[in-house]
């Protein structure tokens, strides 16, 4: 079993829908949790880091539940621009061992 | 500024071959991160660098991958005796002191024939 496992997708969804995804992770001694981007070819970027208390940036919300050691992305609203792969990323205490999962992929339709 | 720069973008080596390839990262970033991607999967963590001390390489999967950052800035991934399962792209991110964002490179395509 992999230590950060993600929906495994691929999500077709049309313009304006709302979409979800999950996240867990196995290691209970993770410390941090982020979302990260990742277009065609092209590197992973930040989308956003992901805390107990919830966050949100614009049309993306992201929560933490630790107890259940699971991380969640919502999109609302979505975009043909959102269409990319959103990978889930967890790390060790210490703060540097950098898990990913697998990552999701989604492709937003007009 | 100018972001992580790898170097090259794209190598093709022969089975057996040694590759080399460089990381440029981000001025003033303290930690250093390579990784592995295959084909539609995520990031595989590598190895990490905090300025030239190596603190992490559990993630190297072999004596033939070997890692450095000699001054605390560029950093070198040498694979020896390359094999195809080697054939990936190789990413390197940094990150500034106390901040936990990575910035990643554009990678280095790999192709062992």
């Known amino acids: 079993r992999k230590e950060v496992e993600q929906d495994p997708g691929p999500f077709n969804v049309p313009e304006g829908a709302t979409v979800a995804f999950n996240c867990t992770y196995s290691n209970s001694a993770s410390q941090s949790f982020f979302w990260y981007r990742q277009d065609c070819r092209k590197e992973p970027k930040l989308l956003m880091s992901?805390?107990?208390s919830g966050n949100e940036d614009g049309r993306f919300t992201a929560q933490l539940n630790r107890a259940s050691q699971y991380i969640s992305l919502l999109i609302r609203d979505s975009k043909l621009s959102d269409s990319a792969t959103y990978l889930c990323?967890?790390?060790?205490?210490?703060?540097?061992?950098?898990?990913f999962g697998a990552g999701t992929r989604l492709f937003v339709k007009a | 500024g100018a972001g992580v720069s790898q170097s090259p973008r794209y190598k093709v080596a022969k089975r057996g071959q040694d590759v080399a390839l460089r990381c440029d990262p981000i001025?003033?970033?303290?930690?250093l991160f390579w990784y592995q991607q295959a084909l539609g999967q995520g990031p595989e963590f590598l190895t990490y660098f905090q300025n030239e001390a190596q603190l992490d390489k559990s993630g190297l999967p072999s004596d033939r991958f070997f890692a450095e950052r000699p001054e605390g800035s560029v950093s070198t991934l040498k694979i020896q005796r390359t094999q195809q399962e080697d054939s990936a792209v190789y990413l390197c991110?940094?990150?500034?002191?106390?901040?936990?964002?990575?910035?990643f490179g554009p990678g280095t395509r790999l192709l062992v024939l």
């Open positions: 990323v967890v790390t060790r205490l210490g703060g540097f061992k950098t898990i």
């Open positions: 992901v805390y107990s």
């Open positions: 001025s003033g970033h303290v930690s």
């Open positions: 991110a940094s990150s500034p002191p106390r901040w936990e964002t990575q910035y």
